[in-house]
T-cell receptor, first 112, second 111 residues
Framework: DQQVKQNSPSLSVQEGRISILNCDYT??????FLWYKKYPAEGPTFLIS?????DKNEDGRFTVFLNKSAKHLSLHIVPSQPGDSAVYFC???????????FGKGTKLTVNP | NAGVTQTPKFQVLKTGQSMTLQCAQD?????MYWYRQDPGMGLRLIYY???????DKGEVPNGYNVSRLNKREFSLRLESAAPSQTSVYFC??????????FGSGTQLSVL
């Protein structure tokens, strides 16, 4: 029973364009969401997070949108750069629990 | 500032052997985690510890045991390794309800 789903295994975009990575969740009790980036042979690194009391959070080129009614969040990267090429993971947890579950990841390739 | 340190970085085991993966964090975090990453499967939670003295099962706990030795250290033990446990293992930690910090991973092969 996968509670956090990233249905696109891969995404390819041109440098300078927008990258949109999507994530769906099934547990309506989730109230805190995070995005991580992972390069080969390294541990994942934190990108951006959002609490369920918000519907948008921005940090530089990265924006996360949360649609609670659709149980859907997305990560926008604008403009995309070749250094953004990595695997991106979405993660979620619910209030009162420290359990944090991840999706399967989306491999983003930004072409020069 | 070392962050989250995992040892070893690489390990090869034979089926049936046992081993312990070590993890330590120096950020005074309450919560610690063990994940495994497999191709096409993403990051799956094995066990986590919300505080010193407590541990809870994650999504794929079978075949593993953990020990929260103190606030800094959280170890993962494979009692009888199986080829299905070939994976990359990540330890992570965080303050309660904040972002997760990961170690650099342990690549384990079970032959």
């Amino acid at each position: 029973d996968q509670q956090v789903k990233q249905n696109s295994p891969s995404l390819s975009v041109q440098e300078g364009r927008i990258s949109i990575l999507n994530c769906d969740y099934t547990n309506s009790m989730f109230d805190y969401f995070l995005w991580y980036k992972k390069y080969p042979a390294e541990g994942p690194t934190f990108l951006i997070s959002i609490s369920s009391i918000k519907d948008k959070n921005e940090d530089g080129r990265f924006t996360v949108f949360l649609n609670k009614s659709a149980k859907h969040l997305s990560l926008h990267i604008v403009p995309s750069q070749p250094g953004d090429s990595a695997v991106y993971f979405c993660a979620a947890s619910r209030g009162g629990s420290e359990k944090l579950v991840f999706g399967k990841g989306t491999k983003l390739t930004v072409n020069p | 500032n070392a962050g989250v340190t995992q040892t070893p970085k690489f390990q090869v085991l034979k089926t049936g052997q046992s081993m312990t993966l070590q993890c330590a964090q120096d950020m005074n975090h309450n919560s610690m985690y063990w994940y495994r990453q497999d191709p096409g499967m993403g990051l799956r939670l094995i066990y986590y510890s919300a505080s010193e003295g407590t541990t809870d099962k994650g999504e794929v706990p079978n075949g593993y045991n953990v020990s929260r030795l103190n606030k800094r250290e959280f170890s993962l033990r494979l009692e009888s390794a199986a080829p299905s446990q070939t994976s990359v293992y990540f330890c992570a930690s965080r303050r309660i309800r904040e972002k997760l910090f990961f170690g650099s991973g342990t690549q384990l092969s079970v032959l």
